[in-house]
């Protein structure tokens, strides 16, 4: 395995909100732009053969997206860091009758064999990575991808307040802070590497890995009371070939 000191410090950090908070450390249910995702690429695939599809998620966590897969009859599998996640998500299953092959690993060294799935899906999982990880990961995903299949990502955006205002952060790379360390954020203490990506790089960075954005699109929240803004990409790439 491949020994990165980032990626050890994102484990510990969520190994540690795990322990601490259980299944209350993330949401327990399904990313919205990950739901339009399914809908608007496979809702068209008869309920009897969509086993035939095989979904991967990217850090999944405690299984909030991985159940809704399921239930929607895909074939799924779970890839986590952190033990403890994938310990959560066996749980996640269960309550919701559902299963999934779920595997402990790094994101930059996945343990599938080459061309195994439809789709690959990351909700928030690989902004994470320092810009040469996420150049590991994404050979990765493509290696791991069947010709034609799906990639969707959803990642932090630099048009975030936390981003343009992340004092008292320290910038490790030009876009990648060492933590979220502001404490009116609403990421406030998350205390681990969190890169951000504009749009155009985004996609240009896909299309190198040979992944052709069909689908790219902001997304804006407020927190605080309006007072806080956090920007997101949501993008549907292609594998070409």
Not at 9 to 28: C, F, I, M, N, P
Not at 93 to 104: F, M
Not at 189 to 211: D, K, M, N, T, W
Request: glycine share 8%; charged share 25%.
């Amino acid at each position: 395995m491949i020994k990165s000191a980032s990626i050890d410090k994102t484990a510990d950090w969520y190994d540690g909100s795990y322990e601490k908070d259980g299944l209350g450390a993330q949401r327990s249910y399904p990313n919205e732009e990950l739901v339009r995702f399914i809908a608007r690429n496979y809702s068209g695939v008869p309920a009897d053969e969509r086993k035939n599809i095989k979904i991967l998620e990217a850090g999944c966590g405690p299984g909030g997206n991985l159940w809704m897969l399921g239930r929607e009859g895909f074939s799924v599998s779970g890839l986590d860091i952190s033990p403890k996640a994938l310990e959560l998500a066996r749980k996640t299953l269960g309550k919701w009758q559902t299963d999934a092959e779920l595997k402990a690993g790094s994101m930059t060294e996945m343990p599938f064999e080459d061309g195994c799935f439809e789709a690959i899906v990351d909700v928030l999982a690989s902004f994470s990575l320092l810009k040469a990880e996420f150049d590991l990961y994404l050979n990765e995903v493509t290696r791991c991808l069947r010709p034609g299949g799906r990639f969707f990502i959803f990642t932090l955006s630099t048009g975030s307040d936390a981003f343009k205002n992340y004092s008292p952060a320290t910038l490790i790379e030009p876009c990648t802070l060492d933590g979220i360390y502001r404490k009116d954020s609403p990421y406030y203490g998350c205390f681990y590497p969190h890169r951000f990506s504009e749009v155009g790089e985004l996609e240009a960075v896909l299309s190198h890995h040979g992944l052709v954005a069909r689908s790219s699109e902001l997304i804006s929240r407020t927190y605080n009371r309006r007072s806080e803004m956090f920007q997101y990409i949501a993008a549907d790439a292609q594998k070409i070939s």
